[in-house]
């Protein structure tokens, strides 16, 4: 998700985009190993959930008979880093166990209502935008209280030498941690003031300048980057907002949370992109490139 975490559930605009470098898919193993083994333990759980849960729209009978015949998620996309592991897992337990006829594109937001149930076995409250992505892998864009729609972003015009990518702080971090700071945050009437009358209003005009005006956008990202620098410091990885300070003062790069936030990566966005590289590269950080497809 590119604009929205955490915002959306309050209404927010939100745009969230597929990340082609990661991937994940169930498979089958009769014999498997270790890591397999715990990964079938997590689908058990998932399972669980679902039954308890009541869930009808998944087949939760072919589901659990795929499980104890070895079935389970291989995945090369990192847990708790911002990138929707479990948005890729629950669109594709979805998409091989749901009972629902086919979804056309004027019910997305049906779709992201059964796929946020399902999300919510792991972070409590989900908007299901993660999982809609993976399952349309299409990008979408939620705005003025709509249903979700699907947009074509390989055609933006911005100036070629602008650049989205992504940045791995090596910091693991716990969803269910950092939503709960948030959730301890946001009961305080002072900061769910700010939040409603300063950060929803921000992140809304960078999603509408991203998709509609690259002059205005360096703008509003930053007023969205230092709202959280200054009132979300629990979701800011350890040590690094100094380094995001020094991107916003130095007008170089821009940094923002990804996801929960708390660690995993950072979503940056650069007016030089080869000049932001290289700066980084002088202290052996690498930069993961962002592709905006359609």
Do not use: C
């Not at 998700?1 to 959306?8: A, C, D, K, Q, T």
């Not at 389970?72 to 592991?85: A, D, R, V």
């Amino acid at each position: 998700m590119l604009f929205g975490e955490y915002s959306v559930l309050y209404g927010s605009s939100a745009l969230a985009i597929p990340f082609s470098e990661f991937l994940g898919r169930l498979k089958f193993d009769k014999n498997p190993n270790s890591i397999v083994l715990a990964n079938q333990k997590k689908l058990g759980a998932f399972l669980q959930f679902l039954k308890g849960k009541n869930i009808s729209f998944l087949d939760i009978l072919r589901f659990e008979e795929d499980l104890l015949n070895g079935l389970y998620f291989e995945s090369t996309i990192p847990q708790n880093y911002g990138l929707g592991s479990s948005g890729a897992l629950v669109a594709s337990v979805f998409e091989e166990y749901n009972l629902l006829p086919e979804f056309t594109t004027n019910r997305l937001g049906e779709l992201k209502t059964y796929l946020a149930q399902l999300e919510s076995f792991y972070h409590g409250n989900s908007s299901g935008i993660d999982p809609l992505v993976s399952f349309l892998n299409k990008s979408v864009l939620i705005a003025d209280n709509k249903p979700p729609k699907i947009v074509g972003l390989s055609d933006l015009s911005y100036d070629e030498s602008v650049g989205i990518f992504l940045i791995n702080t090596q910091i693991h971090s716990s969803t269910s941690d950092v939503m709960n700071y948030f959730q301890q945050q946001y009961k305080n009437t002072f900061f769910r003031r700010l939040f409603e009358n300063v950060y929803i209003p921000s992140n809304n005009k960078s999603v509408s300048s991203f998709l509609n005006n690259w002059e205005v956008f360096f703008e509003e990202l930053e007023i969205l980057i230092r709202f959280q620098l200054q009132n979300l410091t629990g979701m800011i990885p350890k040590n690094w907002d100094v380094i995001i300070e020094d991107g916003l003062k130095n007008k170089n790069w821009y940094l923002k949370i990804l996801g929960s936030g708390g660690g995993g990566f950072l979503l940056g966005f650069t007016k030089n992109i080869v000049l932001t590289k290289e700066l980084f590269a002088q202290n052996n950080i690498n930069i993961i490139p962002v592709r905006l497809v359609d």
